[in-house]
Nanobody
Framework: QVQLVESGGGLVQAGDSLRLSCVAS????????MGWFRQAPGKEREFVAG?????????LYADSAKGRFTISRDNAKSTVYLQMNSLKPEDTAVYYC?????????????????WGQGTQVTVST
């Protein structure tokens, strides 16, 4: 059974940083592309960032995340991270970790096979 467990969310002020983590189990982590999505209240879930299977490989970001967020992975720990800097109130959302065998499914189709339960990020003014 595949499980994706996010952590690291919380309440911060505008301009602060947070690092989200997602630990995967039940799959061969190094063979999966990983991604982060988010859903703000009253809005649809949206893509934030994706990273291909290989450590240090290609990443792709939503325009809202470029220059502020960094996705990375540690295949030895079966963990993907999202470093978020210069947070804004509009970044407030539940952040979800996702996994799929194909990078395209995450960053283009936005419909990965596996999802975590989400972690809340709240950015105050």
């Amino acid at each position: 059974q595949v499980q994706l467990v996010e952590s690291g969310g919380g309440l911060v002020q505008a301009g602060d940083s947070l690092r989200l983590s997602c630990v995967a189990s039940g799959l061969t982590f190094s063979t999966y592309a990983m991604g982060w999505f988010r859903q703000a209240p009253g809005k649809e879930r949206e893509f934030v960032a994706g990273i291909i299977r290989r450590g240090g490989g290609s990443q792709l970001y939503a325009d809202s995340a470029k220059g502020r967020f960094t996705i990375s992975r540690d295949n030895a720990k079966s963990t993907v991270y999202l470093q978020m800097n210069s947070l804004k109130p509009e970044d407030t959302a539940v952040y979800y970790c996702a996994a799929d065998a194909t990078f395209h499914q995450i960053v283009e189709i936005h419909n990965p096979t596996y999802w975590g339960q989400g972690t809340q990020v709240t950015v105050s003014t």
